[in-house]
Every structure is written in C-alpha cells, then in structure tokens.
Nanobody, 117 residues
C-alpha cells in the first residue's frame, strides 16, 4: 500500500522559513511526478509546486521566488523549502505522487502550516 507521510509543518512568524518533507513508500519513486498542494480554510485545494521525474519544476505565481521544491530519489523523499513566509501561506499542505500513465494518484494526510505573529 502506498503511503505519503508529510512532516515539518508548524507555527512560524511572517518572514520566517519552514521545510516540509514527504516520505513516500512507493516502488519506483523516481518515475513519479511529485507535488505539493495546499488548502486554506474555506478555500479550494490549490497547486503550490511540482517536480517531474526528470527534475523539471513548476511553481504557482504566489510562491515563485520564495518556495523551492526538490526531491531525493535515493531516500524516496520530496521537500518544500518555504522562505519569506506570509500569513496568506497559512494552510494545510499536502504531498501528491502522480503517475498518470498508469492511473496512479496518491495523497498524503497533510501537515498544517500557520504563519502568524
């Protein structure tokens, strides 16, 4: 059974940093596209950043220049480095693993990020 386990969330002041991790128990992790999404209270889940199996990255405009996504295929882990955090970054952050060629799409349970003074 595939599991995605996020960690690293918490409370941080505006301007601060957090690093989220997502450990994946999935075979052939390296061929999956990985992503981070977030959902704020009363809002729809939105894409934050993705990284392909080849290492190409995509960022939502709202986080471009502040967040960095990376992956470690040796340890089956994807990261989201979040700098210059703003109150509007407050949300539950979800890890996603996707392999559309085989119809596979998995989600983690989410980790709370709260940016507040």
């Amino acid at each position: 059974q595939v599991q995605l386990v996020e960690s690293g969330g918490g409370l941080v002041q505006p301007g601060g940093s957090l690093r989220l991790s997502c450990a994946a128990s999935v075979s052939m992790f390296s061929i999956y596209g990985m992503g981070w999404y977030r959902q704020a209270p009363g809002k729809q889940r939105e894409l934050v950043a993705t990284i392909t199996s080849g290492g190409s990255m995509y960022y939502a405009d709202s986080v471009k220049g502040r967040f960095t996504i990376s992956r470690d295929n040796t340890n089956n882990t994807v990261y989201l480095q979040m700098d210059s955090l703003k109150s509007e970054d407050t949300a539950v952050y979800y890890c996603n693993a996707r392999l559309p060629q085989l119809g596979r799409n998995y989600w983690g349970q989410g980790t709370q990020v709260t940016v507040s003074s």
